[in-house]
Structure formats: structure tokens, C-alpha cells
């Protein structure tokens, strides 16, 4: 880790609350806004989500399981994520969230014609917006956290 901690200080809540309020305490508003006001279903959620995560390599977002009224995705589904071209566990929407995801991580510039016609098929405006800033907060927030070293000392409850 680069940056350093101040010894019993929480590595992520000191980072983003002390040591940055104004900036820091929006992108975490920002970051639980996306968990809290999603309308997106839970797999296309977490397809998109992990996929970002396997991307920036992020220890703490891959550890991570979004829950939702006491659901999570299978234990597998990462592995299916890391798969997406191929896996049979994933209905159309998911495979195109976990490829959006990709896409807008390490392509934007080739996402053509031919993608969003298959996406719109899929998604509603409403959801395409939704997907976006989701991915945009996953891949910000993710990046910025693993470059820091944040991930690497982070613990997620219960572990």
C-alpha cells in the first residue's frame, strides 16, 4: 500500500473520509447509491460488477458478493463471469452485462452499431444508463482502490 494509514483507522474510511472529505465522502454517497437505487436485476448486476472487478483486479471487489433481500449470486457465478462468451449459466441480459462491462472498460471506442442494437433488444434507455454509471462507479472506484493498495488491506464484514 502507498498511502499510510494511521494505526486503527479503517484503510478505505480513512482514505476516502479523512483524508479527502469533500471528494471522498460524494464518490462513497455515489458508490452506495449505485448498491441502493439499482433496479437492475441481481445477476446482470453482478456479471457486470465482477467483470469489472476480474478487470482492475481489484482483491476486495472480487471478494465481494452484492446481497439482495437475503440473495446472492451462486458460488460459481464468477467463474461464469470470467467465461461470459461461453457459459451456459447466463440468460441474454446477463452475458450482455458482463460484455458491456468488458466493453466499456477495455474497448469503449469499439462499442458499434451492431452492439447496441443488441443491447437495446435487452435493456431499456433507462437501464443502459443505469448499467453505465455503475460500471463507470465499479471501474473508478475499483482502479482506484487496488492502485492504492486499499484492496489489499481491506476486510470485508464477517471475514
Not at 54 to 75: A, P, S
Not at 132 to 157: E, Q
Amino acid at each position: 500500500m502507498i498511502i499510510d494509514i494511521p494505526e486503527g483507522q479503517e484503510p478505505i474510511g480513512y482514505v476516502w473520509g479523512d483524508m479527502v472529505p469533500g471528494i471522498g465522502m460524494a464518490a462513497a454517497n455515489f458508490s452506495l447509491s449505485v448498491y441502493e437505487h439499482t433496479t437492475l436485476g441481481l445477476r446482470e448486476f453482478e456479471a457486470a460488477r465482477l467483470r469489472i472487478a476480474q478487470i482492475n483486479g481489484c482483491l476486495f471487489c472480487l471478494d465481494w458478493r452484492t446481497e439482495r433481500d437475503g440473495q446472492k449470486v451462486e458460488e460459481e457465478f464468477a467463474a461464469a463471469v470470467d467465461d461470459w462468451r461461453t457459459t451456459d449459466a447466463f440468460d441474454d441480459r446477463t452475458r450482455l452485462a458482463a460484455e458491456y462491462a468488458e466493453r466499456y472498460a477495455l474497448d469503449h471506442h469499439g462499442l458499434d452499431d451492431a452492439f447496441w442494437a443488441r443491447m437495446t433488444a435487452h435493456y431499456s434507455q433507462h437501464e443502459i444508463v443505469e448499467l453505465s454509471m455503475s460500471i463507470g462507479s465499479w471501474l473508478a472506484f475499483g482502479r482506484l482502490n487496488h492502485v492504492l493498495g486499499l484492496d489489499a488491506v481491506c476486510v470485508l464484514p464477517g471475514h
